[in-house]
């Protein structure tokens, strides 16, 4: 394994930061993790709060391999891999990065977990551009297996290859995504589908639980196990996506139109008056989510799926 | 329990009715079934077909609670719920459902399993329009727990609440849709992410294998244990939702305004040239799908979550 007793840099000790952190340690069993960020408690903060991220794993053994600095230069000085995910702020970035480029050895992986700068914007102040691309995870990245690797069109080859090879030797599921574009690409799905279900429920077709039970009993379960494509292919029997379109096209498009009409007469814009009363309905609905049992269930999912 | 012993009689016996059947008879153990369709072949095709929905059930005491009939008057005759899945053509259900109504007790419960033909619409020849309402399965109702009940503006709250308590009872997810309308909630969600996934996949972002595999390893297993607004709400911590939105509004405004400009741009409309494509990749990656290891994943993750 071209992987092992390799030496990761996590760049910012946020939820993200951790839970990268904590991944790296439980799926590449002879890695070094070292924490960078600036706070003045990193070590004890780091002690407190990764063994919640480390599950089903030895805590002690991983923490073992765990060690934290104020220092940048430090952190990334011999890492294989630097892995960032500090302030949304584009300008922080490109200025991240133009430093780490300095201080890291010449062949090491740079990996942003932003979910919406591009490399393109975050490199532009690099001496050499094809080091940097984008692996965005779906949250929390210790539990979710997908990471979406976004390269910009500088992005080398080489460095895009390492990236894919290197999660798929701890079992995730990276995808590449061939162009930078707004969202990438599993937040444009979420967000879309999440849009209809504002536009649902401010029409008051269906309440906010009603529709996340409508989700949970259908959907859900339906794409965990084959996705859009795939399902709509299996629902058109012997003659698969081209026999579905062909016989529910029809109802399909009367549907993409009653959403677009809704949209516009509903106005489904952040921040209009249709967002307070979801926002409400969803508080009175759940409170406090229990994100560890979530986490649990979500687990048992994946597991079940791969079985 | 109020639904034992019961008398279901199933109108039409596709695909959707045997999976419909099938349900009844493994989660409801004292109840019979009488399948009705016009097929001359009907007994040996139903012997033929229904044991493959009988997953995990004694196969032999289940089709021994099975009878045959090619007329409709007697199937309803006796019956304490009617549940039609004949052709999705309106003509069809409004003269079906008068001839129902003269045949069947005055207290049996009237379902449609139609996936867009209004309860309204179909009732429209009755005498007695209190009586019908849609419960649309999600393919196939034997896996999957949604029910969607879709009353019509006449349909009496005791045929509403009556309909859910029975799909309770039998362990399953019935979830009321307060208004018709078009494609009801599930299928208006379901197609508008499949809108984007389409248009993600027509502009080049990513093929059609790699957009399931995102869907599979992030959103799929999520909403399996959370919706989107249990999820969000979640993701947004101690604020909510409302935190969710303060923070990523502004990229969940974006995503959704880059969707508009490319549904409208690549012109993503039943039919058009990006379908031929689409349909054709699917094809290439996934050949015939195996609906019997999808539908034992699906029930292993449902499991998972009821855990």
Redesign the interface.
Known sequence: MAFQNIKVAIIGAGTIGLSFAALHLMKNPNCTVTLYDTRPDLKEYMEAKLPQFLVDADVKECTSRVSTTVSMAEAVADANIVQEQGPENACFKRKAWSRIELDAPRDALFWSST??IPASEQSMDMEDQTRLVVVHP??PPHI???L?VVPSPSTSQGVIDRTLEYWRSLGR?P?????E???F?????????????CS?VA????G???????????????????????S????GG?G???SF?DKI???????????DEDVKAGG????KKW?ED??R???E??G??D?AE?DL??K??????S?
Chains 1, 2 share one sequence.
């Open positions: 979910s919406g779906y949250n979710m297996p997908l979406e599921v995808v590449l995504i061939r162009k574009c707004t969202g690409v599993a937040n444009r799905l979420a967000f879309a589908l999440f849009r209809e279900a649902l029409q008051g077709m269906v906010v639980e009603d529709l996340d039970a409508v989700v949970q009993a259908s959907m859900g379960p339906r794409w965990a196990v084959a996705g859009p494509f795939k709509y292919h299996a629902g012997e698969g996506l081209g379109m096209g029809g109802t399909v498009q009367e549907c993409w139109n009653a959403s489904i814009v952040v921040g967002q979801i926002c309905q969803t508080e609905a759940y406090v989510v994100t979530r269930k979500t048992a999912v994946l597991e079940a799926v079985r």
